[in-house]
């Protein structure tokens, strides 16, 4: 019941990112597309299109919300 994150967080050492399903946000601001797998991901700005820029804003968001450093 309740609902569900569309979000996980992970993190290695001093390393750590907040993904959804095709989008991950790293700790230097940087967002990658990962569509084409988990071991393949595309460094990209989120002006590409809706649906990065709409990425972008959710897990910067959600570092917001956790008080990490890539949200800047």
Request: charged residues 30%; positive net charge.
């Amino acid at each position: 019941s309740g609902a569900h994150r569309t979000w996980v967080f992970y993190q290695c050492g001093n390393k750590y990112v907040v993904r959804n399903q095709q989008f991950k946000l790293n700790q230097d601001g940087d967002l990658f597309d990962m569509r084409d797998g988990l071991h393949t991901e595309y460094l990209i700005e989120p002006s590409t299109n809706r649906e990065a820029q709409a990425a972008d804003r959710e897990l910067r968001a959600v570092m917001t919300r956790m008080k990490l450093a890539g949200a800047k």
